[in-house]
């Protein structure tokens, strides 16, 4: 029997965009996300984490996040990271999210899978809960739901390697990279764009699109092979001098 081929997908990945007051370079970095997504003919947007600043932005500048990623019009998830995290204050129990049906925000404790089914995708993860000393974002992950589809999870947390000391919160594993089972895992919290693949397993910070390296990930899943191949793509040039 002839194995199914994978549609070919490309992602956005993008976290610690820190929203904080309209009209900075915070948010002038969430426009420039949304530009080079519709640039790119995207296929979906993934946001690991720290969308917003904190839980006390004002309410203008949620509605100008759920403008914006209605104005990107594919699938969007989101990942809450330490920062907006999901209290019950959280900044996504404010404003108008339901007028953006794009946007699938996790809001699992136990952690959630969305199905992308025209992308043959379905994207796991686990909102952080708390402000800090949570359980990491990757602890006990099922297993992939549904054989012959991309498999795909997002977290924000702390990447201990090997031998590291385990002071962080939130942290996350070498060998729970590597069982995962996932094809591309999306990470937030480091503004640095960085790989912490690991085996048959491709992971990356994308890095923050108004700070650090200035990036997102471009994530091209080719179903053909089977393979997930990542670009650091700069947002920098974007900014005023």
């Not at 949620?62 to 990271?81: M, S, T």
């Not at 996790?106 to 809960?129: H, I, K, Y």
């Not at 090997?162 to 503004?191: C, N, V």
Request: proline share 5%; with cysteine.
């Amino acid at each position: 029997m002839t194995k199914p081929v994978k549609p070919d997908v490309r992602l956005v990945h993008t976290s610690d965009l820190h929203l904080d007051e309209l009209g900075d370079r915070r948010c002038q970095g969430l426009t420039y996300v949304v530009d080079f997504a519709l640039e790119q003919a995207a296929d979906g947007l993934l946001i690991a984490g720290d969308f917003f600043d904190s839980n006390r932005v004002r309410l203008e500048v949620i509605e100008f996040a759920v403008a914006e990623l209605e104005r990107f019009g594919k699938g969007v998830v989101i990942a809450a990271g330490n920062h907006d995290c999901m209290v019950d204050e959280s900044v996504y129990n404010r404003g108008a999210w339901a007028s953006a049906p794009n946007v699938h925000i996790l809001r699992s404790e136990d952690g959630e899978t969305v199905r992308w089914e025209e992308l043959g995708m379905n994207v796991w993860g686990r909102p952080l809960m708390d402000y800090g000393d949570g359980a990491g974002p990757l602890e006990e992950m099922p297993r992939p739901l549904g054989n012959g589809l991309w498999q795909v999870a997002i977290a924000h947390g702390y990447y201990q390697p090997p031998g590291a000391r385990t002071w962080a919160s939130f942290p996350m594993t070498t060998e729970q990279i590597a069982k995962s089972k996932r094809h591309y895992i999306a990470l937030g919290d480091s503004h640095a764009f960085k790989c912490i693949s690991e085996g048959a397993v491709t992971a990356y910070y994308s890095g923050a699109p108004s700070s650090g390296t200035h990036t997102v990930s471009l994530v091209a899943f080719d179903g053909a092979s089977g393979t997930v191949a990542v670009e650091a793509c700069s947002l920098r040039e974007r900014y005023p001098a």
